[in-house]
């Protein structure tokens, strides 16, 4: 019974620590002359042949790497979606790029949540911002 109020303990104290974590997470800073995008405008924009991504609450135009990006590239599954919980985990799977099923704010670790500040901060410097996910400003 010991070893089991520990676990307990010891889940309550992670949960602690992601919600202190979440609590610190870098805001996003809104440019205010770009549109919000809905999940299904980043779709059809993809399926229009854009190369864009949603990714913690912003959209990338991924046009600058069309190699990896583009059609039969390496990341060419995350055009189209919000590829927040996929590429915070670093896990290809469907639910992944599915907000209404795993959503960044709620569903990763604290390690996750640094791996995806990681992957913001990436695509901040080599590619163009060219909005924000608005169900992500609900």
Aim: with cysteine; net charge neutral; aromatic share 10%.
């Amino acid at each position: 019974e010991d070893a089991h109020n520990d676990q307990g303990a010891i889940l309550i104290e992670e949960r602690q620590k992601a919600t202190q974590f979440k609590n610190k997470i870098k805001p996003i800073i809104k440019d205010p002359s770009l549109p919000d995008w809905s999940l299904a405008a980043i779709k059809l924009a993809a399926d229009n042949g854009e190369l864009v991504l949603g990714c913690k609450g912003i959209v990338f135009d991924m046009s600058a790497n069309r190699k990896a990006y583009g059609k039969g590239g390496s990341y060419n599954s995350f055009i189209g979606n919000d590829a927040s919980v996929s590429l915070a985990k670093m896990e290809f799977k469907a639910d992944f790029m599915n907000p209404s099923v795993m959503h960044w704010r709620t569903s990763l670790t604290v390690r996750e949540l640094e791996q995806l500040e990681y992957w913001v901060s990436k695509f901040s410097e080599k590619y163009q911002i060219v909005g924000y996910i608005s169900e992500d400003q609900k």
